[in-house]
């Protein structure tokens, strides 16, 4: 079955600097989408990629898919405190399947 | 919009003690799903319904969990009997298709 795959597990980040996610499928998917978790909270959709080597923009947030459509990135600039989280991929192929997220703590 | 709408947000219950925990969807989504959410095992999905009907339980991790959906506005997930090991944040989420998903604010649930 599809399986989705996301590294790094844990990213500890200094308030500032850029760090990447990365999400490995698998299988080829029909699109991958990102979500976030703030602590305590629930996961909230972020942006969907569909399209080969699509890149998409949300401000300090990029985020791209890959060209054979199995793996995915998120990367974040000038990491500040409210970007503290867990971000999860989850890739569509049939189902939605969701990575194990990376957790993001930001030293300040 | 109120969103997807679970309750209780908390229950603390007994080990051996039938456990409910319920959602709404958000009007107009004709997909819902639960999640499990533990830190050893991730977020793990248990079951999703299209149009109230049971598409893929293989997630349900035994018989004493089981899961109805008896109308487009409500659903439930029963745990008979639960144990321990069930401690977890329980998500319910809905969506229009196999789409982006919209999550209840979730079921923190301790089973003692």
């Known amino acids: 079955g599809q399986q989705v795959m996301q590294i790094p597990q844990y990213q500890h980040v200094q308030e500032g600097e850029d760090f990447t996610t990365y999400c490995n499928s698998s299988?080829?998917?029909?699109?991958i989408q990102w979500y976030k978790q703030r602590p305590g909270g629930h996961p909230v959709f972020l942006i969907q990629?569909?399209?080969?080597?699509e890149v998409k923009k949300q401000k300090r947030l990029t985020f791209q898919f890959g060209e054979a459509k199995k793996n995915s990135s998120l990367h974040i600039t000038a990491t500040q405190t409210t970007d503290v989280g867990t971000y999860f991929c989850?890739?569509?192929?049939?189902?939605?399947?969701f990575g194990a997220g990376t957790t993001v703590t930001v030293r300040a | 919009d109120a969103g997807v709408i679970q309750s209780p947000r908390h229950e603390v219950t007994e080990m051996g003690q039938e456990v409910t925990l319920r959602c709404k969807p958000i009007?107009?989504?004709?997909?819902l799903f639960w999640y499990r959410q533990t830190m050893m095992r991730g977020l793990e999905l248990l079951i999703y319904?299209?149009?109230?009907?049971?598409?893929?339980d293989s997630g349900m991790p035994e018989d004493r969990f089981s899961a109805k959906m008896p109308n487009a506005s409500f659903s439930t997930l029963k745990i008979q009997p639960s144990e321990p090991r069930d401690s977890a944040v329980y998500f319910c989420?809905?969506?229009?298709?196999?789409?982006?998903?919209?999550f209840g604010p979730g079921t923190r649930l301790t089973v003692l």
């Open positions: 989420a809905s969506s229009t298709a196999i789409d982006t998903q919209y």
């Open positions: 299988t080829t998917l029909s699109n």
């Open positions: 990629l569909v399209k080969s080597g």
């Open positions: 989850a890739g569509n192929d049939y189902k939605l399947s």
């Open positions: 009007s107009g989504h004709n997909s």
């Open positions: 319904f299209n149009n109230n009907v049971p598409i893929d």
